[in-house]
């Protein structure tokens, strides 16, 4: 009788586990397709504002609109940091993730279309 209810535990233990296995191995590829379709949207963003020529000048005005609060009207630095010299410490592409993400608190994050942020980015190359 030991051999038929270990044989019945063992399957059960079996089923269990590919279960949890099945469960698992599915909430990993929803997370990874998440994060693989949420990548791919910013880094199509920041390909199309990376193609662009901004305008300092464009960039200039965008600053002052959203940006004076926190980094200064000459970009010295506040509540946020100074940002001559940013384009040294950062790349564009980490640069654009910083304002539309808000990466480091209490920075807020800024829906901004392409042709602006590469304007913004203009204007922080220029700040050097």
Same mark, same amino acid.
């Given at each position: 009788?030991?051999?038929?209810?270990?044989?019945?535990?063992?399957?059960?233990?079996?089923?269990?586990?590919?279960?949890?296995?099945?469960?698992?191995?599915?909430?990993?590829?929803?997370?990874?397709?998440?994060?693989? #379709? !949420?990548?791919?949207?910013?880094? *199509?963003?920041?390909?199309?504002? @990376?193609?662009?020529?901004?305008?300092?000048? %464009?960039? $200039?005005?965008?600053?002052?609109?959203?940006?004076?609060?926190?980094?200064?009207?000459?970009?010295?630095?506040?509540?946020?940091?100074?940002?001559?010299?940013?384009?040294?410490? #950062? !790349?564009?592409?980490?640069?654009? *993730?910083?304002?539309?993400?808000? @990466?480091?608190?209490?920075?807020?994050?800024? %829906?901004? $279309?392409?042709?602006?942020?590469?304007?913004?980015?203009?204007?922080?190359?220029?700040?050097?």
């Amino acid at each position: 009788m030991s051999t038929s209810s270990s044989s019945a535990a063992e399957r059960d233990f079996k089923r269990e586990f590919l279960k949890n296995f099945f469960i698992v191995f599915f909430v990993l590829l929803i997370c990874f397709s998440i994060f693989f #379709l !949420n990548h791919h949207g910013n880094n *199509k963003y920041i390909i199309e504002t @990376l193609e662009l020529n901004g305008s300092a000048e %464009e960039g $200039d005005a965008i600053f002052k609109i959203n940006c004076v609060g926190c980094h200064g009207i000459t970009a010295r630095g506040l509540v946020g940091p100074d940002l001559h010299s940013i384009t040294k410490r #950062l !790349n564009d592409k980490e640069i654009i *993730k910083q304002v539309t993400g808000g @990466l480091t608190p209490p920075m807020p994050s800024f %829906e901004i $279309d392409p042709v602006n942020m590469s304007n913004l980015l203009e204007y922080l190359h220029s700040l050097e």
